[in-house]
């Protein structure tokens, strides 16, 4: 089975700092997925970043990159210039190549600070 | 962009009562989840649906649940009786079948408050 660890329940950053999430996962198998995603209070969920396993160039959108490690089965985000805006619950997620449900961390809820 | 729609996004029941969550999927998209959310916990997947029937579902989802896509466009999640533990945030998601397609082709909706009293 898959599973995926937030170790860092609460986070809080200064405004235009950078701020690094952390999440390992467990998994036997070779080819998967990996995501994060943003709960603000609204508690919609929003996809932040992902990346594909058989890459192995870090996935980047705009501010937000991740350090993808497959041998150690670690999947970091980094968010540059955080805004206050970013403030909220991320997930970070797993799926398989051969099947299409998400395996959630458990979260880590990240403050913005002005 | 495509949106999965949920409805309503609260509802509050009384214990023991039926409970409907409806969700209209993207339309091209083929395969239909519910997950669910207590609060202050992470997500759960709960069960996915493809071509008429349940393909996957989790030890949450017991005899009470039942999911069904009556018309072609809602996909709805029933509760037959609900308990107090029931009381969660319920997301839909759809999925065309492959991550390469569309805005990474797995869309979740902006969920269902549902507080069983």
């Known amino acids: 089975a898959q599973t995926v660890t937030q170790s860092q329940p609460e986070m809080s950053v200064q405004e235009a700092e950078t701020v690094t999430l952390s999440c390992t996962y467990d998994?036997?198998?070779?080819?998967?997925?990996l995501f994060w995603y943003k709960q603000p209070p609204s508690r919609q969920m929003i996809l932040v970043i992902r990346q594909e396993a058989y890459k192995q160039q870090n996935a980047t959108e705009n501010r937000f990159s991740v350090n993808f490690q497959k041998a150690a089965k670690s999947f970091s985000l980094k968010i540059s210039d955080s805004q206050l805006g970013d403030t909220a619950m991320y997930f970070c997620?797993?799926?398989?190549?051969?099947?299409?449900?998400?395996?959630f961390g458990t979260g880590t809820s990240l403050t913005v600070i002005p | 962009e495509p949106e999965v729609t949920q409805t309503p996004s609260h509802q509050v029941t009384q214990m023991g009562q039926e409970v409907i969550l409806r969700c209209v999927p993207i339309s091209n998209h083929l395969y239909f989840y519910w997950y669910r959310q207590i609060l202050g916990q992470k997500v759960e997947f709960l069960v996915s649906?493809?071509?008429?029937?349940?393909?996957?579902k989790s030890e949450i989802f017991d005899d009470q649940f039942s999911v069904e896509r009556p018309d072609g466009s809602n996909f709805t999640l029933k509760i037959r009786s609900t308990k107090l533990e029931d009381s969660a945030m319920y997301f839909c998601a759809s999925y065309f079948g492959t991550l390469g397609s569309g805005v990474y082709g797995y869309t979740f909706g902006s969920g269902t408050r549902l507080t069983v009293v």
């Open positions: 997620a797993f799926m398989s190549n051969t099947g299409n449900q998400f395996y």
């Open positions: 649906f493809y071509n008429n029937e349940i393909s996957e």
């Open positions: 998994t036997s198998e070779n080819n998967y997925y």
